[in-house]
């Protein structure tokens, strides 16, 4: 199922033990980002199988959206899980990369607390090298992965 066609979350499996990676967009907590799920087939990570994805906000602030029986039925956040292919991952993590060299890594996750590295940034001036070639990339349209969960937080 494209993200495009889905309307309700819950057209595709909620999951569970996702771990966050790092944030790409933040407002009043996480809007989108990358999340390791365990899984028997996937890639090896610090000893754990698991298989990476991006992920985006799918309902935000939306009492049209209710999930009969999940005692976080109004919660205003719930994220699809989006699979894109390897070319479109690797340019992710790329750009993942740069951000950290020359913004930070504030962004990324610590594993052993699961909480943002706040306050770990570069100088502002090294700021520019990074969005300098960013506002040249190519838009990632997540609408072209493939949803294949959802999880709210």
């Known amino acids: 199922m494209k993200l495009s066609d889905l309307v309700i979350p819950t057209n595709v499996p909620k ?8 944030y790409e967009g933040y407002y009043d907590g ?8 365990p899984s028997p087939d996937g890639d090896v990570i610090a000893g754990h199988p698991v298989r990476v994805y991006r992920l985006a906000v799918a309902v935000e602030e939306n009492d049209n959206y209710h999930i009969e029986g999940d005692p976080l039925d109004h919660w205003y956040r719930r994220y699809v899980v989006i699979e894109h ?13 740069l951000f950290c060299k020359y913004v930070g890594n504030h962004m990324n996750i610590d594993q052993e607390t699961g ?9 502002t001036e090294e700021w520019k090298k990074y969005y300098d070639i960013a506002h040249t990339w190519d838009y990632i349209d997540d609408t072209q992965g493939i949803a294949v969960g959802w999880f709210y937080r």
């Open 85 to 97: 292919d390897n070319i479109t991952m690797t340019e992710i993590f790329n750009r993942h990369a």
């Open 30 to 37: 996480p809007l989108s980002g990358v999340v390791t799920i």
């Open 15 to 22: 999951i569970e033990h996702v771990k966050w990676e790092w």
């Open 115 to 123: 909480k943002r590295k706040l306050g770990d940034l570069k100088p």
